[in-house]
């Protein structure tokens, strides 16, 4: 299994909602990312796991909390987003922190009303 | 600080062209550098990678070299194809800095008709 899997593929929530995005790898890699790309932008960094221990906070707002469950699975957890929120999230492995490449999931549609 | 620099796009070219997208950098340490490509409504893929100068990348006929001299890392194909339509990111990792963050260029839109 070389993939990496992103659920749901969309999802739509208003301001007040509490709905959580999940990534799941079974390549053995220990270090995953949650990544923001705003429409004709990069992507853009927002957390990075390492050993399931937060490594890296990219100065996101409270409202996206990230969780790493275990070594296989990353959720991010969305609470009191805004409109400006709206965007396709994605998540990326690598076998460790240090390790070149990064696997990109397919992303998460995320659009807040 | 680590930056990259990509041609603007969007890029048209008519099948079996030939293609260049440029890719220049600015790094301190001895980054690794990448190209990924998104196909619509999708996330992103590796497609070549490059972890030291005058290496050469190559994938699915795309190639890049990494020039050191000239801070660039451009990409090309002898051929396009209408599949190869997609936005291309050009990317550095400086570990050898402290940082384990992609460095992305703003990305270069393709689109080949047939």
């Known amino acids: 299994d070389t993939e990496v899997t992103q659920t749901p593929k969309h999802l739509v929530m208003g301001m007040t909602n509490k709905k959580s995005l999940k990534c799941e790898q079974h390549?053995?890699?220990?270090?995953m990312y949650w990544y923001k790309q705003k429409a004709k932008k990069p992507p853009e960094l927002m957390f990075v796991?390492?050993?399931?221990?937060?490594?890296i906070n990219e100065s996101v707002p409270s409202r996206f909390s990230p969780e790493c469950p275990n070594s296989s699975l990353l959720n991010l957890h969305l609470h009191a987003l805004q409109p400006e929120d709206s965007a396709l999230y994605l998540c990326?492995?690598?076998?460790?922190?240090?390790?070149?490449?990064?696997?990109f999931g397919p992303g998460t549609r995320l659009t807040v009303l | 600080g680590n930056s990259v620099t990509q041609m603007e796009g969007p890029v048209t070219l008519s099948e079996e062209a030939f293609l260049t997208i440029n890719c220049t950098y600015t790094a301190t340490g001895y980054p690794s550098l990448f190209w990924y490509v998104q196909y619509p409504g999708e996330g992103l893929q590796l497609l070549l990678k490059a972890t030291k100068a005058d290496d050469k990348g190559s994938n699915k006929g795309f190639e890049a070299t990494y020039r050191k001299e000239t801070t660039s890392f451009h990409l090309e194909k002898g051929s396009v194809q209408v599949s190869d339509s997609a936005v291309y990111f050009c990317?550095?990792?400086?570990?050898?800095?402290?940082?384990?963050?992609?460095?992305f260029g703003t990305g270069t839109r393709l689109k080949v008709l047939a």
């Open positions: 796991y390492s050993y399931e221990k937060l490594s």
């Open positions: 990326a492995s690598s076998p460790t922190l240090i390790t070149d490449t990064q696997y």
């Open positions: 990317a550095l990792r400086d570990v050898t800095s402290g940082t384990y963050k992609y460095i």
């Open positions: 390549m053995g890699h220990r270090a």
